[in-house]
């Protein structure tokens, strides 16, 4: 009899894993310093992570469950770019993902892309809010949502993408879908699945954060101060926040991406997030998101990157009636030695292996300097020396990259071509085009957020100013010769084709820039060959100078 309980305890558990943002990082590594320290792991070359390591935790995992992945999975290292994503799907469909929704690096390189993906997916793709532009007809690679059915429960998941994904990637890669409104098309859905299957719970799977000022750090749980803040935006502004020149008008706003989603559709229960690179170690539980039914909770997780953890949400269901009675989060680390790998993925490691490190691991080069970034939020060793070759290229007097785009630092010794694939995954060419000292001084206003630059550069000198009566940040542009930049003062710049096209931060080279050219020049190529002509120098910086008047 006690045994019967046990059974029928256990039947109405259910465990949902959730990964995101793993960049194809196929392998098990180090963990490092810094998420050692952040999860109280006192040995930085612990190995954790990895395909092979995830794959023999399921395989381990008593309880029924659920994977599911939130987008951005292959782009950013070697094995990732030259299979475009299929090693993904690959490693995913081993490991028994059930769904996963996409990212904005999944447009990265092609429409094209993302569908070779799909077909090679055994689990299906989800994106409520993906329709072909000016229909209401989804693109036939994505589902809005499924239904699955695990310990005799129901469980509806429906995916949302991200609407920065327009312009955090390629911009040429998303013509002809529309990415609509991601607080919208979720209530949309949520009625539609309410209405139709009647599900114990509703899981929103979705490339968005909970708030980026945390991007890329592991912490325990969201500060009380963020869902505060959120809250008062939320009923202000219900369908969104409005922005002027790239800038949120309200002072108050925090980008908290998911908090402000599950705010304003109350009947989701979990949020399963992305983008920002977060590790929450507990989740997030949000005690009040719907007034009218003060018992009803949303909780939230984000899995951090690089496929280290596995992000769990255990749902308790009542035995009798199919309730959601508790949910509880979190973060769970991928150690080799407690999980072990899987002998198959690991044969899959090796064939990629091969095929990949006959040219990743030849050597490109030798830096007598580590090319970083900056830890002051001004311009960096590696932007620096990116946006001179930028500049040359171009054969132009000012050469300019967006910060986000330089995915890791160069270390200081041999270079290998793995490397520079690592910090330039895109396959962006320069292009040259004119601009007027009006429009660059559009640019920096839109690019410097939170007191970052958004812009690395060459051929310009730039000092911000203390911010104004209005608010904002002044800067005094110098060129070259040391020259005060007017407003009508017109110059030669060459930038990649993601910022050409209206990428992040692009908006004034797309719409003001004139006598564009495509140079067709890889960008990345050109790194290579230009490492090949001797010792990378030691780099400098302070193009970017914060001045008291």
């Known amino acids: 009899m006690m045994l019967a309980v046990v059974q029928i305890a256990q039947a109405k558990t259910v465990n949902v894993f959730h990964t995101s943002d793993v960049h194809g990082s196929y392998f098990s590594r180090q963990i490092g310093k810094y998420a050692a320290e952040a999860i109280g792991e006192e040995n930085t070359e612990r190995k954790i992570g990895g395909f092979a390591?995830?794959?023999a935790m399921l395989k381990k995992e008593k309880t029924p469950y659920i994977m599911v992945d939130a987008g951005d999975m292959?782009?950013?290292?070697?094995?990732?770019i030259f299979s475009k994503g299929i090693a993904s799907m690959e490693y995913m469909n081993k490991a028994g993902y059930s769904l996963a929704v996409p990212g904005n690096h999944e447009f990265d390189y092609s429409q094209q892309t993302i569908m070779a993906m799909a077909k090679k997916a055994k689990f299906p793709i989800l994106a409520a809010n993906l329709y072909l532009e000016g229909t209401n007809d989804r693109p036939k690679w994505v589902k809005p949502y499924i239904i699955l059915k695990r310990a005799g429960v129901k469980i509806a998941f429906f995916g949302i993408m991200g609407q920065h994904t327009k312009?955090?990637?390629?911009?040429?890669?998303?013509?002809?879908l529309e990415i609509r409104n991601e607080i919208e098309e979720s209530k949309k859905i949520v009625a539609e699945i309410k209405a139709k299957e009647n599900p114990n719970a509703i899981i929103c799977v979705v490339h968005l954060g909970t708030d980026e000022h945390f991007e890329r750090q592991i912490i325990p749980t969201l500060p009380d101060y963020v869902t505060e803040r959120c809250r008062s935006?939320?009923?202000?502004?219900?369908?969104?926040?409005?922005?002027?020149?790239?800038?949120?008008?309200?002072?108050?706003?925090?980008?908290?991406?998911?908090?402000?989603?599950?705010?304003?559709?109350?009947?989701?229960?979990?949020?399963?997030?992305?983008?920002?690179?977060?590790?929450?170690?507990?989740?997030?539980?949000?005690?009040?998101?719907?007034?009218?039914?003060?018992?009803?909770?949303?909780?939230y997780g984000e899995a951090y990157t690089n496929l280290m953890f596995a992000d769990k949400a255990e749902l308790e269901f009542n035995d009798e009636t199919?309730?959601?009675?508790?949910?509880?989060?979190?973060?769970?680390?991928?150690?080799?030695?407690?999980?072990?790998?899987?002998?198959?993925?690991?044969?899959?490691?090796?064939?990629?292996?091969?095929?990949?490190?006959?040219?990743?691991?030849?050597?490109?080069?030798?830096?007598?300097?580590?090319l970083s970034f900056s830890d002051e939020g001004l311009d960096s060793k590696i932007g620096n020396w990116i946006c001179d070759l930028t500049k040359e290229i171009g054969n132009a007097q000012m050469g300019f990259q967006n910060t986000r785009g330089i995915r890791v630092p160069?270390?200081?010794?041999?270079?290998?071509?793995?490397?520079?694939?690592?910090?330039?995954?895109?396959?962006?060419?320069?292009?040259?085009?004119?601009?007027?000292g009006k429009a660059l001084k559009r640019m920096?206003?839109?690019?410097?957020?939170d007191e970052k630059v958004g812009m690395e550069v060459s051929g310009i000198k730039v000092e911000i100013l203390p911010i104004g009566s209005d608010g904002k940040h002044d800067f005094r542009l110098y060129d070259d010769t040391g020259k005060l930049i007017s407003d009508t003062d017109v110059?030669?710049?060459?930038?990649?084709?993601?910022?050409?096209e209206g990428g992040n931060f692009g908006a004034a080279f797309k719409e003001e820039g004139t006598e564009k050219h495509d140079t067709k020049v890889g960008f990345r190529e050109y790194m290579l060959e230009s490492l090949k002509k001797g010792n990378l120098p030691e780099q400098k910086t302070g193009r970017y100078v914060r001045v008291d008047k």
């Not at 949910?327 to 690991?346: C, H, N, Q, R, T």
């Not at 200081?412 to 292009?431: A, L, R, S």
């Open 410 to 436: 160069l270390p200081k010794g041999e270079i290998k071509v793995g490397d520079i694939y690592k910090v330039m995954p895109f396959d962006n060419t320069i292009i040259t085009m004119k601009m007027t």
């Open 233 to 299: 935006c939320t009923k202000l502004y219900p369908n969104g926040y409005p922005k002027e020149n790239g800038h949120y008008l309200d002072e108050r706003y925090f980008p908290n991406g998911i908090i402000h989603l599950g705010r304003a559709v109350p009947e989701v229960d979990v949020f399963l997030g992305g983008h920002h690179h977060t590790g929450l170690i507990n989740g997030y539980v949000d005690t009040n998101p719907d007034k009218e039914n003060l018992d009803h909770q949303q909780y």
């Open 53 to 55: 390591a995830l794959t």
């Open 167 to 176: 312009t955090s990637s390629n911009p040429k890669n998303t013509e002809g």
């Open 444 to 449: 920096f206003e839109e690019s410097y957020q």
């Open 491 to 500: 110059y030669t710049i060459a930038t990649n084709s993601y910022l050409a």
């Open 74 to 80: 292959f782009q950013g290292t070697p094995e990732g």
């Open 322 to 370: 199919g309730k959601l009675e508790g949910v509880k989060m979190s973060l769970v680390p991928l150690w080799i030695e407690e999980y072990g790998e899987d002998k198959a993925v690991l044969k899959m490691n090796d064939k990629l292996r091969k095929t990949v490190d006959a040219t990743m691991l030849e050597k490109a080069g030798y830096t007598e300097g580590e």
